[in-house]
């Protein structure tokens, strides 16, 4: 089952999502824009991305997160 990370960092102003787990052999490629992609390095596959200078706006925020949780196998 797919998952995502969310990492917001406020002493480095970034905010990083990862679609799936991160990996040992990842690499980075900035797009542009504070924009940086986070792929497999084996693969090519976008397992996330990152967002430089991220600073949310002043005031209360809401956020919505839904976890699902799932029994190992053999436990």
Known sequence: MA???VIHDPIGE???VYFSDPRVDQVCEETGEGVVLI???RSGEV???ERLYYKPEAGPHTVTVETLVAEKVGE
Do not use: P, S, Y
Request: aromatic fraction near 8%; charge should be positive; avoid cysteine.
């Open 3 to 5: 998952h995502v990370r």
């Open 14 to 16: 970034t905010l990083t």
């Open 39 to 41: 792929k497999d390095r």
């Open 47 to 49: 397992i996330g991305f």
